[in-house]
């Protein structure tokens, strides 16, 4: 009997392969930092029972009715806002992500954003590479203070949590909003809830962590950046398309508020030219969230666990 075949759509490291080598045969774009042309993708669907995709890929109705073996779609990532769940349902196709494993590391690089733009960390270091190091000043490159601030929290999920214990370790008061209250997190973080309106008038860090759902869409729009503070300090690790990116670039132009620090883009990758990179109080991160060398490696064999439980007809650890 020949080997179930799945598709990889990036490059990853042989040896986590190897492990599953007799059972499976693997096909990979071998390219690591190329997407797959969806040519290419269409030709290997064809023929996959498994695949490990990227969030970068789109897996959409049409992509799936060219799959007749597929039994799971196993995403690289936490989100899966890239996946028709409706269309992989109806052809029983299992979705899994990656939950829980990359949730400190990606709360470390909230936290680490929130605090690079802050601090101007990457405007000073640039200062200094740029040779305009003159001499010291009282309020050279000052930025605001990070403790005892308030953060607004915006989707107290796992990651939403994470980055509150790392709030309280910096003494700020921890504000959330999310679609149900979470008691054991008010209990163990003393984190407040507060209607979105509060959230955006009180908080001096805004930080977007909801997944991306029809009712989250540009929920950061006009409105939202005129209700917060104007020393607010917007950071978004979630998705790109949670923000309407031309009332941003309005609110941080005019100074309606003070910074923004970004991981997440609407259209991935952006040049560049992108308008939001041509202001000096953005910092801009190519959605590098979950990217620790130890957490990638453990989600991928979270996503090769999930499929190799599928194929065995058992229950993947992480279903959507
Ligand atoms: C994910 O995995 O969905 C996040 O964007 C982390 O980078």
């Not at 930025?143 to 607004?152: A, E, L, P, R, V």
Request: aromatic share 6%; glycine share 4%; with cysteine.
């Amino acid at each position: 009997m020949s080997k179930p075949c799945i598709y990889i759509t990036r490059k990853i490291p042989g040896e986590l392969l190897e492990p599953y080598k007799d059972t499976f045969e693997f096909h990979m774009w071998e390219k690591e930092t190329e997407p797959v042309p969806h040519d290419v993708l269409l030709k290997e669907i064809a023929q996959a029972d498994g695949l490990l995709c990227m969030l970068s890929d789109q897996i959409d109705e049409a992509l799936l009715t060219e799959a007749p073996r597929l039994k799971i779609i196993a995403n690289l990532a936490v989100g899966y806002d890239n996946i028709d769940l409706d269309a992989a349902k109806s052809r029983d196709i299992i979705v899994t992500n990656t939950p829980d494993v990359l949730t400190e590391t990606t709360a470390d690089l909230g936290f680490a954003l929130l605090m690079a733009t802050a601090r101007r960390i990457v405007e000073a270091s640039n200062y200094v590479q740029a040779d305009q190091w003159e001499n010291w000043a009282p309020y050279l490159l000052a930025g605001s203070d990070i403790h005892h601030k308030t953060i607004g929290i915006v989707g107290m999920g796992r990651i939403g949590e994470a980055i509150a214990r790392r709030a309280k370790g910096f003494g700020m008061s921890v504000l959330y909003h999310n679609r149900s209250r979470k008691y054991e997190a008010e209990d163990e973080l003393q984190a407040t809830y507060v209607t979105m309106d509060h959230l955006l008038k009180e908080a001096d860090f805004v930080i977007s962590v909801v997944p991306l759902t029809s009712e989250t869409n540009k929920m950061f729009d006009v409105g939202a950046f005129q209700k917060m503070k104007s020393t607010a300090i917007f950071i978004n690790i979630s998705r790109g398309a949670t923000v309407d990116e031309s009332a941003l670039f309005e609110a941080l132009q005019t100074k309606q508020i003070k910074a923004a620090g970004l991981d997440v883009f609407e259209k991935e990758p952006i040049r560049n030219d992108h308008p939001l990179m041509k202001l000096d109080n953005v910092i801009c991160l190519p959605h590098i969230g979950s990217s620790s060398e130890e957490t990638r490696t453990i989600m991928i064999k979270l996503c090769l666990e999930n499929i190799s439980a599928v194929m065995d007809g058992k229950q993947p650890k992480t279903q959507v």
